[in-house]
C-alpha cells in the first residue's frame, strides 16, 4: 500500500502531500504520523500542501483530524504553503480550518513551532523573560 | 446552450473520486476557466462525487464542455439510485449530515458553481447539475 514519507526536521515532523489523497492513504498518515509523534516526542507537525492543486472537505477533514489528534499528543499542527486559489475556494466551501494553523511556507511554519515551543518553555517556569 | 463534448465517469471507489477532479481540471483549463474557477469547479465535483459514493454507493458523472454565444464553460451532471434527499432544503444547509462528513459538500458546491440544480426523489437517487462558466 502507498504510503506518505515522513521526515524528522529538528523537532519537528514534515509531511509534504505530493499525490491525490484517497481514503486509505488518508487514514495510514494519520496512523503513521500519531505513532511517529510518539516515537520521536516530536513537538509539531509540518504538513506542506503546495503541491495540492484542490483541497475539499475530505482532505480539510483529514487536516482537521491529524491537529486534533496531534494537539492531544502535545504537538504543534501548522498547515503551509497553500496555493491562494486553493484558499479562496476553501472558504467559499466554508472550511475554516479552525483548528489548524497556517503559514505561507515551510520556514514560517518551522518558524511557528519554534515560537511555540520556547512559549512553553517559558511557561513551565524555566526560563525567566 | 451547445454541447461541444461531454463524456461520462463512473464513481465507485475513491480513487474515481480522483479521476473525477483530473477530468474536470482538463475540460476546465480547455474552456479558458480562470486559476481560481477551475479551483473552484474541480472542488465542487470533488465535494459531489464523493457525495455519490459516501450516501448512494456510488454514480455517474457526465461532463461537458458547454458553449452559449460566445462564453464557454464546463457543465457537470451528477446521477445516483441511491436512497434520495428526504429535504433537500436541509441537506442544503452548512453542517446539516446524515453521514460523517462535515455537511459542506451539497452547499459548498452550490457556492462554488455559476449555476446549480438538484433533483431528489426518495428511494430512487439524486440527480445535481452544476456549471461554471469563464468569466
Redesign the interface.
Known amino acids: 500500500m502507498d504510503r506518505i514519507p515522513i521526515l524528522k526536521l529538528g523537532s519537528a515532523l514534515l509531511v509534504t502531500i505530493q499525490v ?1 489523497m ?3 492513504l488518508a487514514t495510514a498518515l494519520e496512523e503513521d504520523l500519531t505513532a511517529k509523534i510518539v516515537a520521536t516526542s516530536a513537538k509539531g507537525v509540518l504538513i506542506d500542501i503546495s503541491a495540492l ?6 482532505i ?2 483529514m487536516l482537521d483530524n491529524i491537529a486534533a489528534v496531534s494537539r492531544i499528543l502535545d504537538a504543534v499542527t501548522v498547515v503551509v504553503g497553500m ?1 491562494p ?2 484558499a ?2 476553501l472558504v ?4 475554516s480550518l479552525s483548528g489548524v494553523n497556517t503559514a505561507l511556507n515551510v520556514d514560517r511554519g518551522m518558524e511557528l513551532i519554534q515560537r511555540r515551543l520556547a512559549e512553553a518553555e517559558g511557561v513551565d517556569g524555566n526560563i525567566e523573560q | 446552450m451547445a454541447i461541444s463534448s461531454s463524456e461520462s465517469l463512473d464513481i465507485r471507489t475513491s480513487k474515481d473520486v480522483i479521476r473525477v477532479r483530473q477530468e474536470v481540471r482538463t475540460r476546465a483549463v480547455e474552456a479558458g476557466l480562470s486559476l481560481v474557477d477551475q479551483t473552484k469547479i474541480i472542488t465542487a465535483a470533488s465535494e459531489l462525487a464523493r457525495n455519490a459514493l459516501d450516501y448512494a454507493g456510488g454514480g455517474a458523472v457526465l461532463i461537458e464542455a458547454v458553449e452559449e454565444g460566445n462564453r464557454r464553460g464546463v457543465r457537470l451532471t451528477f446521477a445516483d439510485n441511491g436512497p434520495g434527499i428526504p429535504d433537500i432544503e436541509l441537506a442544503l444547509k452548512d453542517g446539516y449530515t446524515t453521514g460523517k462528513g462535515l455537511g459542506l459538500g451539497l452547499g459548498g458546491a452550490r457556492r462554488l458553481s455559476n449555476e446549480f440544480s438538484i433533483q431528489s426523489k426518495v428511494g430512487e437517487g439524486t440527480k445535481v447539475t452544476i456549471a461554471r462558466w469563464k468569466t
Open positions: 491525490d484517497h481514503d486509505r492543486e484542490i483541497v475539499d472537505s475530505f480539510g477533514r496555493r486559489a486553493v479562496i475556494t467559499e466551501l466554508g472550511l
